[in-house]
């Protein structure tokens, strides 16, 4: 980018266009030629060009005069009308490019265009019945819009000198449209298209184009309601007009408030049209002038811009299409003004001086949004990329995001850090190194723009920079005299030869900022300074590359320091062990310091240093405590010489050091060993002796009060006092010679012996143990009575633990540290005797047939009872009622009673229960007078009756025989006379012994004779 680059570009601009593009087609390396002049466009725009001037490289959008403006060149204006035949007017398709409009009427001429003119029609419109007009009145505005639309946007004019400005003068318009409702008998006026040639360069291949329409807005549907489309078209192969896809289609069909209706049979939506309806009134431009069937809606003034650089030396027509409702009853038409710029980024050179900028990238204003890029690779990677650039493929290019450095978005302030480049090690790019610095960089500027506000869209420039800034970078070594030694290590990266470091001029100044007089200034690619004072110093740095304007300055500012003079204060020298110490350091002037201290793991005559870390590391005062004899001290003290980049913050130091060292004395407190009567009797004296151990020459003074010497007290090792209460404590305060302090105390008790026994009330069991325990005496005599044997061996202890036989009462006598003797106390342990068996039985054996027996505990101190039965039952009570069953064929059965006393001890009972069987046999008939021993009716038993009666009846029920001997014997008469042979009813009562209950047995014998 250099200064005679301005005019050298036209020169070649015109080369390229008259000669060389044609023969470049044709041999089919039209990509090279582009890649070639791009880099020149680019790189070689005027240092300080800060705006755009007005362009004429597309006559005839920018204020016309006549629709023929343009002249011979490819540059003009055609027309058509547009008429609705059909009642269903297509959809427009933006990628056919059909209109939607059913026929076109004749194709006119720029020339024919001012002459266009509808008949039978006529509306409020200045030349109302014409469809292309040039308005040139700049103050007026359209009546159907209530006066709000002015017919030409000249509240875009302006007079910016902001870089990058782009500067418009409109004072005209075009009207495409007559305003007239002629409805169908009018079909070749129905509608407007205006189409515009122009051959694309690199001077017009941005194309702004100022649009505003007006429409009446019926509630028809989207293909029913007035259309407004703007397209980019194409010749194809066959020579006719196409639309091209990679520019936009704009289409605007009105409805009112956004509400899409169908009233009319055979009407239908557009599902591929761009459609832009009328929100509320105000957004997205559009607003509403009138209401009604017949109202009027209109969009303000708006401005979008068209990027056409994709097809640079292409013959394009530009069309803007109007036309009205599909029933020829609505009006619709537009307004339209335009402009066109280069496709171009502007760059500004190389800033010199302290600006960190590479350069400065300027786009054209006015957009919506703008965002930067820097390519990943470079410029033209990979390798093999033969076209890039404006007008070339950028397809291979991967981009990173950069952050606009400045609040104006169209401008972009280059950075050396932008020139990042990613190198790949193959054109395939499978691999990639990492992230190295280049010199050269194609950056991107994406631009969005919007016809209508909901449907922005973008468009992109390129532009290709090599970096000729230098990068400040110095290196510097200072010394503690003051002396500072510089080099310039400057670079401009990815091209180190652009520097010329032997150029470089050094500049000292007496404060920071370099401002007034240098005080030296030195050329070369190093300086060296000595500074006599303290004061912070400047040096202004100038790198200079192979081209004299582009240079880098930086201000580093130097700190001078006077060497440190450490001195240290302490503020005391004599310390007891642990005791703490304040260390100052005085050094003068502004110093970091370390403070060093003996390490605290070493011993012995070898001293090893430990440095404070953390935490008051560099204080100018520290505070700490010392316990060994001697302590050693060390204070280092730094300061620095040291620069600072004002512009990157980063700086380089060097240290002056100065070290003082000094040593506090540390002496041991007395280490106290306190013996003497602690515990005493009432009335009588407590001794106390203190000794300090390992220090000779102590004073002693005995207090009531810690801390304070309150006197009334003997001065002295020992201590003879009777206690003032039931318990004191004497404090005594010992000192060393080196007036190193330590405390200790006595408690003296006055002896108030306190007896306790477990269990509490004192009774046990035979066998059992009761415990006894003396509280608050120093020692105890212990005596029993009677003589108890089990406390033997415990007469002197604290606590006894005694099994006597019988009850015994046990006496204690507390005594003092010096063997006085307190008040006896005593305790009594009573024995309880343990059970002494007896149980009763009722009956006292066991009935086979009645086997219930009731068991009673009777022994002697028993309180409660547990019975364990044969069967394995067991019941609780002092006394129970069981059954024995199924205990024929034993003589007896075992019980276990255990029998309980007040202290719940037992005492086991095992006993037996005798079994009785009781049988009865009656003979069922006997022979009186025989003599076969059946001659009598006796009964046959083995047991014995403490009750017996037998009764014998005749069939008539008389009595005939009683008697209550069990051993009865009836020979069959009665009253003397034999009874006559037949069956007598017997009925025995008896009673066996131990039971109140009578037993029945009734039968019959028969007597045969």
């Given at each position: 980018?250099?200064?005679?680059s ?7 601009v ?8 044609d023969t ?7 990509g090279?030629m ?7 466009l680019?790189g070689?725009?005027?240092i ?6 007005q362009?004429v490289?597309c006559?005839?959008?920018n204020?016309p ?6 002249g011979?060149?490819?540059n003009?204006y055609s027309?058509?009308g ?5 009642s ?10 059909t209109?939607?409009?059913s026929?076109?009427g ?12 509808s008949?039978g ?6 030349n ?6 040039i308005?040139t009145?700049v ?5 159907n819009?209530?006066?709000n639309l002015p017919?030409v946007p000249?509240?875009f ?5 902001t870089p990058?400005a782009i500067n ?7 009207r ?5 409702s002629?409805g169908?008998s ?11 040639t122009m ?9 702004y ?5 007006v429409?009446?807005?019926p ?5 029913g ?5 703007i ?7 066959a ?6 896809n990679?520019?936009?289609a704009y ?6 408030n ?10 239908h ?7 832009v309806?009328l929100?509320?009134?105000?957004q997205?431009?559009?607003h ?7 109202g ?6 708006e401005k979008?811009?068209i ?7 292409d013959t394009l ?14 009006y619709a ?5 335009g402009?066109?710029?280069p ?5 500004a050179?190389c ?9 400065t990238l300027t ?11 820097a ?8 390798a093999?990329?033969a ?20 609040s ?9 850090s932008?020139?990042?480049?990613t190198?790949?090690?193959?054109p ?7 992230d190295?610095m280049?010199n ?12 209508d506000p ?13 970096n000729?800034?230098p ?10 005299d003051?002396t500072a ?6 670079y ?8 010329v ?6 500049s000292f100044?007496n ?8 005080i ?6 190093s ?6 004072d303290?004061?912070?110093?400047g ?9 004299p304007?582009?240079?880098s300055?930086a ?8 060497h ?11 310390l007891?062990d ?15 310091r ?5 390490s605290?793991?070493d ?8 440095t ?5 590391e560099?204080?100018r ?19 620095g010489?040291?620069f ?5 913050g980063?700086?380089?130091t060097?240290?002056c ?16 060993e306190?013996?003497g ?5 009432q009335?009588?004296?407590t001794?106390a ?11 002693y003074?005995?207090?009531?009060t810690y801390?304070?010497?309150t ?21 005594v305060k010992v000192?060393s010679?080196q007036?190193c302090?330590a ?8 002896v108030?012996?306190?007896?306790e026994?477990l269990?509490v009330?004192?009774?046990?069991c035979?066998?059992?143990?009761a415990?006894?325990?003396g ?5 105890y005599?212990?005596s ?5 044997p089990?406390l ?8 006894i ?11 204690m ?7 006085c003797?307190?008040?006896?106390l005593?305790?009594?342990v ?8 007896s ?6 054996f066991?009935d ?13 101190y ?8 044969n ?17 024929i ?6 019980v ?17 229960i ?8 009656f003979p ?7 003599s ?13 009756y403490q009750y017996?009666h037998?009764y014998?009846?005749n069939?008539?029920?008389?009595l005939?025989y009683?008697?209550d001997?069990v051993?009865f ?9 034999p009874?006559?042979?037949?069956a007598?009813?017997?009925i025995?009562?008896?009673?066996k012994p131990g039971?109140t209950?009578?037993?029945s047995?009734q039968?019959?014998?028969t007597?045969?004779?």
């Amino acid at each position: 980018m250099y200064p005679w680059s301005k005019w050298c570009f036209g020169f070649m601009v015109l080369i390229y266009k008259w000669i060389i593009i044609d023969t470049m087609k044709k041999k089919n390396v039209f990509g090279t030629m582009v890649l070639l002049l791009t880099a020149v466009l680019a790189g070689s725009t005027a240092i300080g060009q800060t705006q755009w001037s007005q362009q004429v490289a597309c006559p005839g959008w920018n204020n016309p005069s006549s629709f023929t403006q343009g002249g011979a060149l490819v540059n003009k204006y055609s027309g058509q009308g547009i008429g609705i035949s059909s009642s269903n007017k297509p959809c427009p398709n933006p990628l056919t490019g059909t209109t939607g409009a059913s026929s076109f009427g004749t194709t006119y001429t720029a020339a024919q265009l001012a002459g266009v003119q509808s008949g039978g029609c006529s509306s409020s419109l200045p030349n109302s019945a014409k469809q292309f007009v040039i308005v040139t009145d700049v103050n007026g505005h359209d009546p159907n819009t209530a006066n709000n639309l002015p017919y030409v946007p000249t509240h875009f004019n302006t007079t910016d000198t902001t870089p990058g400005a782009i500067n418009t003068n409109i004072t005209k318009s075009i009207r495409i449209g007559d305003g007239c409702s002629a409805g169908s008998s009018n079909s070749d006026y129905s509608g407007a298209q205006l189409n515009y040639t122009m051959r694309v360069t690199e001077d017009n291949a941005m194309l702004y184009i100022y649009y505003a329409i007006v429409a009446e807005a019926p509630t028809h549907n989207q293909s029913g309601n007035p259309t407004f489309i703007i397209r980019t078209m194409k010749k194809n192969n066959a020579g006719q007009w196409t639309q091209i896809n990679d520019t936009l289609a704009y289409y605007i069909s009105s409805s009112v408030n956004g509400v899409t209706q169908g009233t009319t049979g055979g009407e239908h939506t557009c599902p591929n049209m761009s459609n832009v309806t009328l929100a509320a009134n105000g957004q997205t431009g559009w607003h509403q002038a009138s209401s009604g069937y017949n109202g009027v809606v209109y969009k303000d003034w708006e401005k979008v811009c068209i990027n056409l650089s994709n097809h640079l030396y292409d013959t394009l027509q530009i069309q803007v299409l109007i036309y009205d409702c599909i029933y020829n009853a609505h009006y619709a038409y537009a307004y339209i003004a335009g402009e066109c710029r280069p496709m171009t980024i502007q760059t500004a050179g190389c800033p010199p001086g302290l600006s960190t900028d590479v350069t400065t990238l300027t786009a054209a204003t006015n957009m919506r949004n703008y965002v930067w890029y820097a390519s990943e690779w470079g410029v033209g990677e990979p390798a093999n990329a033969a076209n890039f650039g404006p007008g070339g493929d950028f397809s291979h290019y991967t981009w990173r995001q950069l952050t606009p450095n400045e609040s104006t978005d169209h401008i972009y302030h280059v950075q050396a850090s932008d020139f990042r480049v990613t190198r790949r090690l193959s054109p395939a790019g499978v691999a990639q190194a990492v992230d190295s610095m280049g010199n050269q960089q194609t950056f991107r500027c994406k631009m969005t723009s919007a016809l209508d506000p909901n449907k922005p869209f973008d468009s992109y420039l390129y532009v290709n920079v090599q970096n000729t800034k230098p990068t400040m970078d110095v290196d510097s070594l200072f010394m503690c005299d003051g002396t500072a030694k510089l080099w310039n290590r400057s670079y401009v990266p990815g091209d180190p030869t652009l520097v010329v470091n032997s150029q470089t001029q050094w500049s000292f100044y007496n404060n920071p900022f370099c401002e007034g007089t240098a005080i030296d200034t030195v050329t070369g690619d190093s300086a060296e300074y000595v500074f006599t004072d303290t004061e912070l110093k400047g040096v202004r740095v100038r790198t200079f590359t192979t081209d004299p304007s582009c240079y880098s300055d930086a201000i580093y500012r130097i700190q001078p320091r006077e060497h440190p003079n450490a001195r240290m204060t302490i503020s005391a020298h004599v310390l007891c062990d642990a005791d703490e110490t304040t260390m100052i350091d005085s050094t003068s002037g502004d110093n970091t310091r370390m403070w060093i201290f003996r390490s605290a793991i070493d011993t012995g005559d070898v001293i090893r240093y430990d440095t404070l870390r953390g935490e008051g590391e560099n204080n100018r005062s520290v505070t700490r405590p010392f316990t060994h004899a001697v302590e050693p001290i060390k204070l280092v003290v730094n300061n620095g010489t040291y620069f600072v980049d004002m512009v990157t913050g980063n700086g380089d130091t060097v240290w002056c050091t100065s070290t003082v060292m000094d040593t506090v004395s540390v002496f041991l407190h007395p280490e106290l060993e306190v013996t003497g009567d602690t515990v005493v009797c009432q009335g009588s004296q407590t001794n106390a002796t203190v000794r300090a151990l390992g220090v000779e020459g102590c004073t002693y003074e005995w207090s009531r009060t810690y801390g304070t010497v309150t006197g009334g007290l003997p001065s002295g090792p020992t201590l003879c006092v009777t206690p003032y209460a039931d318990t004191a404590t004497y404090f005594v305060k010992v000192t060393s010679p080196q007036e190193c302090v330590a405390w200790d105390s006595i408690h003296a008790y006055v002896v108030r012996p306190q007896l306790e026994m477990l269990p509490v009330d004192g009774r046990i069991c035979p066998g059992d143990v009761a415990t006894l325990t003396g509280h608050e005496a120093d020692h105890y005599t212990w005596s029993a009575s009677p003589a108890d044997p089990s406390l033997a061996g415990q007469e002197n202890s604290p606590q006894i633990r005694v099994s006597p036989s019988v009850t015994t009462v046990y006496t204690m006598v507390g005594h003092g540290t010096n063997n006085c003797n307190a008040t006896p106390l005593t305790k009594t342990v009573t024995i309880v005797p343990l059970p002494v068996p007896s149980v009763k039985l009722t009956p006292g054996f066991i009935d086979t047939d009645n086997p219930k027996v009731v068991l009673r505990d009777q022994s002697t101190y028993g309180v409660a009872s547990s019975w364990l039965f044969n069967n394995g039952e067991v019941a609780t009570g002092r006394e129970v009622s069981h059954s024995f069953d199924n205990c024929i064929g034993f003589d007896s059965v075992p019980v276990t009673l255990t029998s309980y006393n007040s202290l719940n001890c037992p005492t086991e009972y095992p006993f037996q229960i005798p079994v009785n069987v009781f049988t009865v046999w009656f003979p069922s008939a006997f022979t009186p007078g025989s003599s076969d021993g059946n001659d009598k009716f006796t009964i046959h038993t083995i047991n014995e009756y403490q009750y017996f009666h037998i009764y014998i009846y005749n069939r008539r029920g008389e009595l005939v025989y009683d008697s209550d001997d069990v051993h009865f014997e009836w020979d069959g008469t009665y009253n003397g006379d034999p009874c006559p042979q037949g069956a007598y009813v017997y009925i025995c009562r008896f009673r066996k012994p131990g039971t109140t209950t009578l037993s029945s047995v009734q039968g019959t014998v028969t007597i045969i004779r």
